[in-house]
């Protein structure tokens, strides 16, 4: 019991002399560090150096045997430019690499090349002898730009050893054998005197360029119009023309239509729009970026790729209210029409491929489902054929209902009264859907025209905004009504009269 005592005072004791004094108990904040690994496939041994922005510039040395090194930079003035001299494997070395803060810096070939791009092609070893007030500091601005400039020069080599989106100054490098490592041991990167550097991937003839011209990327950009307006939400990708496999970058057309993609490399570029459903007036352009932006000629697009066709009845040659579905192969999604009072359909919005294309309808009188000479058909959309034909035949014999509307007083044909025909049941019931409503407008002379109706009970109402309408007396007594009669075996005729709707309350006669 005296020693459990004897131990918690002691631990109290502890406690209240880490909680006096000025600095509380905190641990010392850690040094600022610049800290990375120097190598080119191998680890460079040598030396090290790091020197700062200042007016005077203030440089550190350390010497490594593993390619590895980290500076205590605490005081000093961002940003730092760094320089390992040494040899891998026997062979000299004089790498250079530059850092806005603290962090990682790496040394290695490729972060030679990209601060000698941010250098304009400047010699690095004269710049590090003697930066000057902003030499380090002009340098560092560049350096962002730098960066990808090179990488999308680089990106054929890059995108081959899977480093496209390396960071080589600033991300977690090991000399290891794999990644960028594994990049610099097969790809060797050489800056010469005159501000050019040669590269050679193994196994690939050597290729030489400017640093400072041979490097620098550019804009594409243009337009994608719809109908003659803008069209937004098109993606637009750059690729290689050579092959079409390296993508340089895309964009989405904006809310007026046009498009931009920096930082393209010179070359040659096919550039190609797309989006689901829709096709345009060539698939691609092919570009050649040199020494400028690129401007693309406007892409137009066309209606969206579509099936479209008729479902004739057994003695017509339209059939109404059938839903026809569109399926892509290797899809779930299901988009679907319905036949109009002529028996046509359309379908849109759909992207290239193979499609079934489904007929369907239910006989509502007689309480059975339509039968078609087929069951279903392929079709193939593509650019080559944005859209495709399916027609269909049903064993379901179609009517026309028919018929005027004309004003009461002077019998003078009224135009543009919209007609509605709802199919019922055979209990008289009003059915709702796509497949069992039709709809059509009188024409000049107050004719109209519904052609594709099956055997069953419907009813029809006529609408003219300030108008009301009667099925004229002709009908009268025989049980037929707008809103209740039967088609079966024979086309049917319904004449409407229409007057203002004032009349009903003693306004003046405008018929």
Same mark, same amino acid.
């Given at each position: 019991m005296k020693e459990r005592i004897v131990a918690i005072l002691l631990a109290t004791l502890l406690l209240l002399v880490s909680g006096c004094g000025g600095g509380g108990g905190a641990a010392p904040a850690p040094a600022d560090t610049v800290s990375?690994?120097?190598?080119?496939?191998?680890?460079?041994?040598?030396?090290?150096?790091?020197?700062?922005?200042?007016?005077?510039?203030?440089?550190?040395?350390?010497a490594t045997t593993d390619g590895t090194f980290s500076f205590d930079v605490t005081g000093m003035t961002q940003p730092f430019m760094l320089k390992v001299a040494g040899t891998a494997n026997g062979t000299p070395y004089t790498l250079y690499s530059l850092v806005g803060d603290k962090g990682t810096a790496n040394i290695n070939p490729m972060t030679s090349l990209v601060v000698a791009k941010a250098a304009a092609g400047a010699d690095l070893a004269g710049i590090y002898a003697a930066p000057g007030a902003s030499g380090i500091a002009?340098?560092?601005?560049?350096?962002?730009?730098?960066?990808?400039?090179?990488?999308?020069?680089?990106?054929?080599?890059?995108?081959?050893?899977?480093?496209?989106?390396?960071?080589?100054?600033?991300?977690?490098?090991?000399?290891?054998?794999?990644?960028?490592?594994?990049?610099?041991?097969?790809?060797?990167?050489? *800056?010469?005197?005159?501000?050019?550097?040669?590269?050679?991937?193994?196994?690939?003839?050597?290729?030489? $360029?400017?640093?400072?011209?041979?490097?620098?990327t550019y804009a594409v950009s243009g337009s994608v119009a719809f109908d003659g307006g803008p069209f937004a939400g098109v993606t637009v990708t750059v690729r290689d023309a050579?092959?079409?496999?390296?993508?340089?970058?895309?964009?989405?057309?904006?809310?007026?239509?046009?498009?931009?993609?920096?930082?393209?490399?010179?070359?040659?570029?096919?550039?190609?729009?797309?989006?689901?459903?829709?096709?345009?007036?060539?698939?691609?352009?092919?570009?050649?970026?040199?020494?400028?932006?690129?401007?693309?000629?406007?892409?137009?697009?066309?209606?969206?790729?579509?099936?479209?066709?008729?479902?004739?009845?057994?003695?017509?040659?339209?059939?109404?209210?059938?839903?026809?579905?569109?399926? $892509?192969?290797?899809?779930?999604?299901?988009?679907?029409?319905?036949t109009d009072a002529n028996g046509r359909y359309s379908i849109s919005g759909l992207a290239s491929g193979n499609y079934t294309v489904t007929p369907s309808r239910t006989d509502v009188f007689n309480s059975r489902a339509v039968s078609f000479d087929a069951a279903s058909r392929t079709i193939t959309i593509s650019d080559a054929g944005n859209y495709a034909l399916a027609n269909f035949s049903a064993d379901l014999a179609s009517y026309t209902v028919s018929g005027n509307v004309a004003r009461l007083?002077?019998?003078?044909?009224?135009?543009?009264?919209?007609?509605?025909?709802?199919?019922?049941?055979?209990?008289?019931?009003?059915?709702?859907?796509?497949?069992?409503?039709?709809?059509?407008?009188?024409?000049?002379?107050?004719?109209?025209?519904?052609?594709?109706?099956?055997?069953?009970?419907?009813? *029809?109402?006529?609408?003219?905004?300030?108008?009301?309408?009667?099925?004229?007396?002709?009908?009268?007594?025989?049980?037929?009504t707008a809103d209740n009669f039967s088609v079966s075996g024979a086309d049917t005729r319904l004449d409407f009269s229409g007057r203002p709707a004032s009349d009903a309350s003693g306004g003046v006669n405008g018929l």
């Open positions: 990375g690994v120097a190598a080119v496939g191998l680890v460079v041994v040598g030396n090290v150096y790091l020197k700062d922005a200042a007016a005077t510039p203030k440089e550190l040395s350390k002009g340098i560092a601005g560049n350096l962002g730009q730098a960066l990808l400039d090179v990488q999308a020069t680089l990106k054929p080599i890059l995108l081959k050893y899977g480093v496209a989106a390396v960071d080589p100054i600033k991300d977690t490098f090991k000399a290891d054998g794999t990644g960028l490592d594994h990049m610099l041991d097969l790809v060797q990167i050489e *800056l010469g005197d005159s501000g050019t550097v040669t590269i050679t991937d193994s196994g690939s003839a050597p290729s030489t $360029r400017d640093v400072a011209t041979g490097f620098t050579a092959t079409g496999s390296v993508v340089y970058g895309s964009a989405q057309t904006r809310a007026d239509g046009s498009y931009s993609i920096d930082n393209v490399a010179q070359g040659s570029y096919t550039v190609t729009p797309a989006r689901a459903g829709y096709s345009f007036d060539r698939a691609n352009s092919t570009v050649i970026v040199a020494a400028a932006d690129c401007v693309v000629p406007v892409f137009q697009s066309s209606q969206p790729y579509s099936v479209s066709g008729t479902v004739a009845g057994a003695n017509n040659p339209g059939l109404a209210g059938v839903t026809v579905t569109a399926q $892509r192969e290797g899809s779930s999604a299901v988009l679907r029409g319905v007083s002077t019998g003078a044909a009224m135009a543009g009264v919209a007609l509605t025909l709802v199919t019922k049941t055979n209990s008289g019931a009003l059915l709702t859907g796509s497949d069992a409503v039709f709809r059509t407008v009188t024409d000049a002379q107050g004719n109209y025209s519904l052609s594709g109706i099956p055997g069953g009970y419907y009813a *029809l109402t006529p609408t003219l905004t300030g108008y009301g309408f009667a099925l004229l007396d002709a009908f009268a007594g025989n049980g037929t």
